[in-house]
């Protein structure tokens, strides 16, 4: 299917595990990023991507790693997750110039 | 750094009720500025943009005009109804990202009942 997909959807990990959310996208987008959605917040920008093999960081990038060996994929790591990381995970794909289309989202709960 | 400040929610509304939700901004230059909307348990979803000064951005019956004289872009709609309830997003990307970064504001809830 074309678009952006995320998964999983949803996600309940242990304190200190490492997790991984992914984002794939089917229009070859340059542009990739990874926001989370908290109360109070709005959404803040984790990492972002201008290419593949081109990262960087965004507002709140502590405890996070991303990669982006391909176009198409842009998984975010956490690699101890905290409770702090609990939110609303959303991949975002755009080119030059045009609107940002978002995935559907990933809810992590760390316990 | 750039910054998007929205008034905040919730809001709640009649049908049929005029609606306006707040939306400044801080930014260099000439920023694009966005109404993203999400319904519940959806993403994100581009309502509406505009680009340059003066610009009014029109969508689904609902308009905001770019003002830069006062930093502003406040969306509205002159009727709203049910479907509309959701959490609205005001959001900026600056003419200084070269990586295309949105910033966004913290977004306003907005209940219609009927």
Same mark, same amino acid.
């Given at each position: 299917?074309?678009?952006?997909?995320?998964?999983?959807?949803?996600?309940?990990?242990?304190?200190?595990? =490492?997790?991984?959310?992914?984002?794939? =996208?089917?229009?070859?987008?340059?542009?990739?990023?990874?926001?989370?959605?908290?109360?109070?917040?709005?959404?803040?920008?984790?990492?972002?991507? #201008? #290419? $593949?093999?081109?990262? !960087?960081?965004?507002?709140?990038? !502590?405890? @996070?790693?991303?990669?982006?060996?391909?176009?198409? *994929?842009?998984?975010?790591?956490?690699?101890?997750?905290?409770?702090?990381?609990?939110? %609303?995970?959303?991949?975002?794909?755009?080119?030059?110039?045009?609107? #940002?289309f978002f995935g559907q989202g990933t809810r992590l709960t760390v316990v | 750094g750039d910054s998007v400040t929205q008034m905040?929610?919730?809001?709640?509304?009649?049908?049929?009720?005029?609606?306006?939700? *707040?939306?400044? @901004?801080? #930014?260099?230059?000439?920023?694009?500025?966005?109404?993203?909307? =999400?319904?519940?348990?959806?993403?994100?979803?581009?309502?509406?943009?505009?680009?340059?000064?003066? !610009?009014?951005?029109? *969508?689904?019956?609902?308009? $905001?005009?770019?003002?830069?004289?006062?930093?502003?872009?406040?969306?509205?709609?002159?009727? %709203?109804?049910?479907?509309?309830?959701?959490?609205?997003?005001? $959001?900026?990307?600056?003419? *200084?990202?070269?990586?295309?970064?949105? %910033?966004?504001?913290?977004?306003?809830?907005?209940?219609v009942s009927p």
């Amino acid at each position: 299917d074309a678009g952006i997909t995320q998964s999983p959807r949803y996600k309940i990990t242990e304190t200190g595990r =490492q997790v991984t959310l992914m984002c794939h =996208q089917t229009w070859s987008h340059s542009y990739m990023f990874w926001y989370r959605q908290d109360l109070g917040h709005g959404l803040r920008l984790i990492y972002y991507s #201008a #290419a $593949a093999d081109i990262t !960087d960081k965004g507002e709140v990038p !502590d405890g @996070y790693v991303v990669s982006r060996s391909k176009t198409e *994929n842009f998984p975010l790591t956490l690699e101890s997750a905290t409770r702090s990381q609990t939110s %609303v995970y959303f991949c975002a794909s755009s080119e030059s110039g045009s609107e #940002a289309f978002f995935g559907q989202g990933t809810r992590l709960t760390v316990v | 750094g750039d910054s998007v400040t929205q008034m905040e929610g919730p809001v709640t509304l009649s049908e049929e009720a005029f609606l306006t939700i *707040n939306c400044t @901004y801080t #930014a260099t230059g000439y920023p694009s500025l966005f109404w993203y909307v =999400q319904y519940p348990g959806e993403g994100l979803q581009l309502l509406l943009k505009a680009t340059k000064a003066d !610009d009014k951005g029109s *969508n689904k019956g609902f308009e $905001a005009t770019y003002r830069k004289e006062t930093t502003s872009f406040h969306l509205e709609k002159g009727s %709203v109804q049910v479907s509309d309830s959701a959490v609205y997003f005001c $959001a900026l990307r600056g003419t *200084n990202t070269g990586f295309q970064k949105l %910033v966004f504001g913290t977004g306003t809830r907005l209940l219609v009942s009927p």
